[in-house]
């Protein structure tokens, strides 16, 4: 059966400092991973996926993930955080049987120290 | 592109009512998903709908249950409102079919409390 696990319930880090939130999945074949972010009351905004072909993927505001099979992971990363970062981030993967039904992770919350 | 619409964006209501939501997905769209969010479960899969006809659906009671229209929006409802129903309730639309796999574009919600 297809999962996905976020570790981290809350991060805090320091604005200007780099970010890195994990995700591992369970999948049998090659998957389809997203990462999604929402604010407040409000909903899922897409940063990137990743589908196949190159494993290191770019995405909206600067943030990048890698896919890293032997590891079933897809990491999300950020050099240098901004205030505005501070949200809640999911990881995402589509279903086998329909690709329209993602699983998501539980969630991080990320809070932006100034 | 307009993004995907979803309305009312807030509802109240009490046990026992019933409770309709609609969703307008991305022109062109004829994919249609929804998830419950709560702060115990998460994001959970509902139901998804392609040119009218349901796909899949999570693994939820017979109170829920959806439709969608020739141009692909799409209402679902809840009867018989239980407490535990209370949540943000979030649609999702893609341009794709459940046999391919296409980013889904998520709607801002439709927030239900139920007392």
């Known amino acids: 059966a297809q999962s996905v696990t976020q570790p981290d319930i809350h991060i805090t880090v320091s604005e200007g400092a780099s970010l890195e939130l994990r995700c591992n999945y369970s999948y049998g074949a090659t998957p389809y991973l997203f990462w999604y972010v929402q604010s407040p009351g409000q909903g899922l905004q897409l940063l990137l996926k990743?589908?196949?072909?190159?494993?290191l993927v770019q995405g909206i505001k600067g943030f990048e993930a890698e896919f890293k099979r032997s590891q079933s992971s897809f990491n999300l990363r950020k050099p240098s955080v901004h205030w505005s970062d501070a949200a809640e981030y999911f990881c995402a993967v589509a279903g086998f049987e329909n690709f329209n039904k993602f699983y998501f992770g539980s969630g991080t919350k990320l809070n932006v120290k100034p | 592109k307009a993004g995907v619409t979803q309305t009312p964006r807030y509802l109240i209501k009490t046990r026992g009512q019933q409770v309709t939501l609609s969703c307008s997905p991305i022109s062109g769209h004829r994919s249609v998903s929804w998830y419950q969010q709560t702060p115990g479960q998460g994001l959970q899969f509902l139901f998804e709908y392609f040119s009218e006809t349901q796909r899949n659906k999570g693994n939820f009671p017979g109170r829920f249950s959806g439709r969608q229209f020739s141009n692909s929006r799409s209402e679902m409802n809840v009867s018989t409102l239980e407490l535990g129903d209370s949540a943000l309730y979030l649609c999702?639309?893609?341009?794709?079919?459940?046999?391919?796999?296409?980013?889904?574009?998520f709607g801002p919600g439709t927030r239900l409390t139920v007392l």
């Open positions: 999702a639309s893609s341009s794709r079919d459940s046999s391919s796999t296409d980013t889904q574009y």
């Open positions: 990743y589908f196949s072909g190159d494993t």
